[in-house]
């Protein structure tokens, strides 16, 4: 089993930076696809950045160019750096892991841009 436990979410004004950090715990052996998910009141949960690889990571073309995922592998944790952030990245975020055994999800933290 894997456990993931997100922090850092709060309100922020367009323009302004956040850092969402998770903290994985139980059966990691890689970071290689840790990432973020969001969701916004009324929308589907989407796919904004995934480590795929040590070489390769994905990020969502809503987000790409502002947000940047970083890992500290002796900590199992995950970062979002959010930065230039807009009204429209208002979500809550969802730190996501997935491996060979399944898809992993922490509780969500809130973001809200104000404009």
């Known amino acids: 089993q894997v456990q993931l436990v997100e922090s850092g979410g709060g309100l922020v004004q367009a323009g302004e930076s956040l850092r969402l950090s998770c903290a994985a715990s139980g059966s990691i052996f890689s970071l290689n696809g840790m990432g973020w998910y969001r969701q916004a009141p009324g929308k589907q949960r989407e796919l904004v950045v995934r480590i795929v690889s040590s070489s390769d990571t994905y990020y969502s073309d809503s987000v790409k160019g502002r947000f940047t995922i970083s890992r500290e592998n002796a900590k199992n944790a995950v970062y979002l750096q959010m930065n230039s952030l807009k009204p429209e990245d208002t979500a809550v975020y969802y730190c996501?892991?997935?491996?060979?055994?399944?898809?992993?999800w922490g509780q969500g933290t809130q973001v809200t841009v104000s404009s």
């Open positions: 996501h892991y997935i491996n060979a055994r399944g898809n992993y």
